[in-house]
């Protein structure tokens, strides 16, 4: 029996009119955007669709994100997809949750809207930076940050892959990591267009708030496992808002993640909403996974048609 997990994209997918197309075409997707725009008290979809300074700015962009995921998911759903598991990348953990069904989707809404504020706040653009290391072993990579540490704050942030982790943290610290990097052979090392530097310490302000806000919020019991990006484990509903508080300044657990998915028997994987960078994780993980993704109706054809 073929295990499908569903993926959920995390902040930089974005891009102009995401999703339009399917909100045109079927009820379940507007619905959903439209929802979306009644808890957050703005029109969601004229955002996405035209203005995209906004679309690119933190307290704006999760939302955005998670509704398109989600109003995906439930097309998918009514197309007679479920996924045996989930997962998603730093935001995308919140669809996840919601596709799982231990977070109410205008509770996710709403909560995601003041993580994004949170961020904002505590990394201001040009507080720090994050680099992507190409083929670099992770011990090489760790040492390096340990030994730059000295200059400030920096850290893995994403292990993407086995071949490409970023690291973040403070500009002075981050560069001298870096150089530290080159010394030790390291050929490929590509600054990120990201606004702060995520999943770092520098993020400890927005983690305390977040903290507060998810006392107050409800979770349910699950309803398929979640692998969760901070320890790369079966996430547990008792520990779903102290992982959450944790998540957003610790490092992303992403391929292993994926490998834990692997040996519950997972063989295929449908990414869904804005991109394909999960998928071309994946694909850099193993190249034997069997590979979807679900962002206009276009892809959605193929998969139906596959």
Do not use: W
Not at 33 to 59: C, P
Not at 131 to 144: G, K
């Amino acid at each position: 029996m073929t295990k499908t997990a569903f993926l959920f994209a995390g902040q930089g997918a974005q891009y102009l009119g995401m999703g339009k197309d399917l909100y045109d075409l079927y009820p379940i997707v507007k619905e959903t955007i439209d929802k979306a725009s009644q808890v957050l008290g703005y029109d969601l979809r004229e955002l996405i669709d035209q203005e995209e300074s906004k679309l690119n700015q933190t307290r704006y962009t999760q939302p955005a994100i998670l509704a398109t995921s989600i109003a995906i998911y439930r097309l998918l759903q009514e197309k007679g997809y479920e996924p045996d598991m989930v997962a998603g990348l730093s935001l995308g953990e919140y669809s996840a949750l919601v596709a799982s069904g231990a977070l109410d989707f205008e509770a996710a809404i709403a909560l995601v809207a003041k993580r994004g504020t949170y961020m904002e706040e505590a990394a201001p653009a040009g507080s720090g930076k994050m680099v992507a290391v190409l083929n670099t072993p992770v011990d090489v990579i760790e040492e390096a940050c340990k030994k730059a540490s000295e200059f400030g704050v920096v850290t893995p942030a994403n292990y993407n892959t086995p071949s490409q982790i970023v690291i973040g943290g403070e500009v002075v610290a981050v560069d001298h990591a870096v150089e530290l990097l080159k010394e030790a052979g390291a050929k490929r090392i590509l600054p990120l267009n990201v606004s702060g530097p995520f999943h770092t310490a520098l993020l400890e302000p927005a983690s305390q708030k977040l903290a507060e806000v998810l006392t107050e919020v409800q979770f349910n019991d699950f309803n398929c496992p979640l692998v969760g990006n901070t320890e790369a484990k079966i996430m547990e509903k008792d520990r779903i808002a102290e992982l959450l508080t944790r998540q957003v300044k610790e490092p992303v657990r992403f391929y292993e993640s994926i490998a834990l998915m692997k040996e519950a028997g997972v063989t295929r994987f449908i990414e869904v909403g804005p991109g394909k960078v999960l998928s071309g994780f994946v694909k850099k993980i193993d190249r034997t996974a069997d590979l979807a993704n679900v962002e206009d109706q276009a892809s959605l054809e193929t998969l139906i048609n596959n």
